[in-house]
């Protein structure tokens, strides 16, 4: 019997020897997984981190939770910052310095949630109190469903947006930020580590906050151009940065475009005035100051286009109309032509130059005047046409009939007495008249055989240019000598004249058609 209850008693002993070194033994590995937290970091209910450095290593379910609506990121801590840094300010920069402080505790920027971390053999144990969580029970299903609905697409578009944003707190530590910000903060940084809280600034803290395009210089040499705009919201602040390379390369380009239009306006020798729809002058070319001697000051002004005729008039610069209301409405006429671009009008002006004014239509209303000097080209062709008129008048007193022939076989001229001989105006006609042509009117004229085919052949060019005469007989009974020549210019210059002078002389030939 003594000896059933002593082993009874040994037995016992063992079990419980054994369950007490199990349960120390589960105690020690616990312990090391959580890599040495001590007996009061270990997790409770609520809402309850457990970091080494930035390695989460445990978590309540409703940490998990939070965590797994936090925004992407680089790591566990840098993603739970991202969405307790806006609630709790300070807070980033109290984390960077527990290991200093050992623990701290903050409050909410609104309502009554509270932060606590502590810091413990190696350990960061943070909790979150949260307030809401009393009163999200009695908040009924529907309205908590469309609240973290709406949450959930402010995140994923915070998320998503090609613009930087981030959030500073009031002494300009960075507090949130989303993934484009981190990603570029992987393309400015030269090292590899991982980020860590408070997240180094991009740009300077005085960054201008009305839309000013602001330069951030990459490690490889290039660069990138940025919109930055900012809103205050209570004690912080929200910093957008949108991308703007596009649009600061187009304006480059559109500079550079004007700069090679102005570059090429100011080598023009037509005067350029651009008036906008408001009828203001806005781009003008040095030839328009040599053309309208108004003065450069006067231009730089933008005067309105009414301004600046009234100008050329004073300057004598317009031909003068015969009253002021007439002129008037002749610049008016002007402008409404010049803006359909169907304006074009020759000027002579009182000193004796010629201007060519045309007027173009533009973009978005503007329209523009274009002055041109055409007084060397008005004279040359009054000296070229007084010089035709001359050799015409010297072929009218010629005694024989004259036809000239171009190079190409064209009839070129001809004089009083080849259309009397030949009835025959070429100056009448709408087209122009051809060696054939003419020979058949010279055969209708002529009886018997002629070298016609000849003469065709030399005024071609087909055959020598030499000269060669012919004696014709003339309907009219009187024989004529035609004498063929070249001239200069590959012309030629055909002559008729009686055979016999003193038979019949050409008026009395003329006389007789």
């Given at each position: 019997?003594?000896?059933?209850?002593?082993?009874?008693?040994?037995?016992?002993?063992?079990?419980?020897?054994?369950?007490?070194?199990?349960?120390?033994?589960?105690?020690?590995?616990?312990?090391?997984?959580?890599?040495?937290?001590?007996?009061?970091?270990?997790?409770?209910?609520?809402?309850?981190?457990?970091?080494?450095?930035?390695?989460?290593?445990?978590?309540?379910?409703?940490?998990?939770?939070?965590?797994?609506n936090a925004p992407d990121g680089h790591d566990d801590w840098t993603r739970l910052l991202s969405v307790l840094g806006p609630r709790f300010p300070g807070l980033a920069g109290n984390l960077a310095q527990i290991q200093d402080i050992g623990e701290t505790e903050l409050p909410a920027s609104q309502?009554?949630?509270?932060?606590?971390?502590?810091?413990?053999?190696?350990?960061?144990?943070?909790?979150?109190?949260?307030?809401?969580?009393?009163?999200?029970?009695?908040?009924?299903?529907?309205?908590?469903?469309?609240?973290?609905?709406?949450?959930?697409?402010?995140?994923?578009?915070?998320?998503?947006?090609?613009?930087?944003?981030?959030?500073?707190?009031?002494?300009?530590?960075?507090?949130?930020?989303?993934?484009?910000?981190?990603?570029?903060?992987?393309?400015?940084?030269?090292?590899?580590?991982?980020?860590?809280?408070?997240?180094?600034?991009?740009?300077?803290?005085?960054?201008?906050?009305?839309?000013?395009?602001?330069?951030?210089?990459?490690?490889?040499?290039?660069?990138?151009?940025?919109?930055?705009?900012?809103?205050?919201?209570?004690?912080?602040?929200?910093?957008?940065?949108?991308?703007?390379?596009?649009?600061?390369?187009?304006?480059?380009?559109?500079?550079?475009?004007?700069?090679?239009?102005?570059?090429?306006?100011?080598?023009?020798?037509?005067?350029?005035?651009?008036?906008?729809?408001?009828?203001?002058?806005?781009?003008?070319?040095?030839?328009?100051?040599?053309?309208?001697?108004?003065?450069?000051?006067?231009?730089?002004?933008?005067?309105?286009?009414?301004?600046?005729?009234?100008?050329?008039?004073?300057?004598?610069?317009?031909?003068?109309?015969?009253?002021?209301?007439?002129?008037?409405?002749?610049?008016?006429?002007?402008?409404?032509?010049?803006?359909?671009?169907?304006?074009?009008?020759?000027?002579?002006?009182?000193?004796?130059?010629?201007?060519?004014?045309?007027?173009?239509?533009?973009?978005?209303?503007?329209?523009?005047?274009?002055?041109?000097?055409?007084?060397?080209?008005?004279?040359?062709?009054?000296?070229?046409?007084?010089?035709?008129?001359?050799?015409?008048?010297?072929?009218?007193?010629?005694?024989?009939?004259?036809?000239?022939?171009?190079?190409?076989?064209?009839?070129?001229?001809?004089?009083?007495?080849?259309?009397?001989?030949?009835?025959?105006?070429?100056?009448?006609?709408?087209?122009?008249?051809?060696?054939?042509?003419?020979?058949?009117?010279?055969?209708?004229?002529?009886?018997?055989?002629?070298?016609?085919?000849?003469?065709?052949?030399?005024?071609?060019?087909?055959?020598?240019?030499?000269?060669?005469?012919?004696?014709?007989?003339?309907?009219?009974?009187?024989?004529?000598?035609?004498?063929?020549?070249?001239?200069?210019?590959?012309?030629?210059?055909?002559?008729?004249?009686?055979?016999?002078?003193?038979?019949?002389?050409?008026?009395?030939?003329?006389?007789?058609?």
């Open positions: 019997m003594d000896h059933n209850i002593a082993l009874s008693i040994v037995i016992v002993g063992t079990s419980l020897a054994i369950a007490l070194a199990a349960l120390v033994s589960s105690e020690i590995l616990s312990q090391w997984i959580m890599g040495r937290v001590p007996v009061r970091q270990t997790l409770s209910a609520g809402t309850v981190f457990l970091f080494d450095g930035p390695v989460l290593l445990n978590a309540t379910p409703q940490a998990r939770k939070m965590l797994s309502g009554g949630d509270r932060v606590h971390a502590l810091y413990s053999g190696g350990v960061t144990r943070i909790s979150v109190q949260d307030s809401s969580e009393m009163a999200e029970a009695v908040i009924d299903n529907i309205s908590l469903s469309a609240m973290r609905t709406e949450l959930e697409t402010l995140r994923q578009l915070a998320t998503h947006m090609d613009m930087l944003a981030w959030q500073v707190d009031e002494n300009g530590t960075i507090v949130w930020a989303n993934r484009s910000y981190l990603s570029m903060l992987d393309d400015v940084r030269e090292t590899e580590d991982h980020l860590m809280w408070p997240l180094p600034a991009l740009f300077p803290d005085d960054l201008p906050t009305d839309g000013s395009l602001v330069t951030l210089s990459l490690p490889n040499g290039t660069s990138r151009i940025f919109e930055s705009r900012a809103v205050s919201v209570d004690d912080a602040r929200l910093h957008f940065a949108l991308p703007a390379d596009r649009v600061a390369h187009a304006e480059a380009r559109l500079r550079e475009f004007m700069q090679t239009l102005a570059k090429t306006f100011a080598g023009l020798p037509i005067g350029l005035a651009i008036f906008n729809r408001a009828r203001n002058l806005v781009m003008f070319n040095p030839a328009l100051i040599d053309l309208c001697p108004v003065g450069p000051a006067f231009l730089v002004g933008r005067p309105s286009l009414f301004e600046f005729l009234d100008a050329l008039r004073d300057k004598n610069m317009i031909p003068e109309q015969r009253n002021y209301p007439n002129w008037r409405r002749h610049f008016a006429n002007l402008e409404e032509s010049a803006a359909t671009g169907q304006y074009e009008e020759i000027w002579s002006l009182p000193s004796g130059q010629t201007y060519k004014v045309r007027g173009q239509p533009h973009p978005d209303g503007a329209i523009a005047l274009l002055f041109e000097d055409i007084t060397a080209d008005i004279s040359l062709t009054r000296r070229f046409r007084a010089e035709l008129e001359m050799g015409q008048a010297v072929l009218d007193d010629l005694d024989e009939a004259v036809a000239v022939f171009s190079p190409a076989g064209i009839l070129a001229m001809a004089n009083k007495r080849y259309v009397a001989l030949w009835n025959s105006d070429p100056s009448q006609s709408l087209t122009e008249i051809g060696i054939h042509d003419t020979i058949r009117l010279w055969q209708d004229n002529v009886d018997g055989t002629a070298p016609w085919m000849a003469l065709r052949d030399m005024v071609l060019g087909h055959a020598p240019r030499q000269e060669m005469t012919a004696t014709l007989d003339h309907i009219s009974g009187v024989q004529i000598t035609m004498r063929a020549r070249p001239i200069s210019g590959g012309a030629i210059i055909v002559g008729f004249r009686p055979a016999l002078v003193d038979q019949v002389d050409m008026e009395t030939l003329e006389t007789a058609m």
